[in-house]
């Protein structure tokens, strides 16, 4: 994971409710995997809620989950989360290299 991409982490944290901290990569993925194990059981509606939020591509999750039938869903699940996470980033350091932008279409 890059370094820059665990404050990107940050919403994540803030919309899951996990603990304030810094985490590493399998820190932050098997906290993660741990909440997301509670809504599947306790609040399924809200876990969807979301993994939409976040922008989970719905179909990559329907195919992870079926291309690993015995894996751990919340771990999967989590992989998920915190691979678009890295994905966002990448491309807000992408846009933000572009200097052929004019100065009046930058915000």
Same mark, same amino acid.
């Given at each position: 994971?890059?370094?820059?991409? &665990?404050?990107d982490?940050?919403?994540?944290?803030?919309?899951?409710?996990?603990?304030?901290?810094?985490?590493?990569? &399998?820190?932050?993925?098997?906290?993660?995997?741990?909440l /997301?194990?509670?809504?599947?059981?306790?609040?399924?509606?809200?876990?969807?809620? /979301?993994?939409?939020?976040?922008?989970?591509?719905?179909?990559?999750?329907?195919?992870?989950?079926?291309?690993?039938?015995?894996? @751990?869903?919340?771990?999967v699940?989590?992989?998920? /989360?915190? =691979?678009?996470?890295?994905q966002?980033?990448?491309?807000?350091?992408?846009? @933000? &290299?572009? =200097? @052929? /932008?004019? @100065?009046?279409?930058?915000?």
């Open positions: 994971m890059m370094e820059n991409s &665990k404050s982490l940050s919403d994540v944290n803030n919309l899951l409710e996990l603990p304030a901290g810094k985490w590493g990569n &399998k820190e932050f993925t098997f906290q993660l995997a741990g /997301i194990e509670q809504l599947l059981q306790n609040d399924f509606a809200r876990l969807i809620n /979301i993994l939409y939020r976040l922008d989970v591509d719905e179909q990559k999750l329907r195919t992870e989950l079926n291309k690993n039938p015995h894996a @751990d869903a919340s771990q699940i989590a992989n998920l /989360i915190v =691979e678009r996470q890295i966002k980033l990448a491309t807000r350091e992408d846009f @933000d &290299k572009r =200097e @052929d /932008i004019p @100065d009046h279409e930058k915000w």
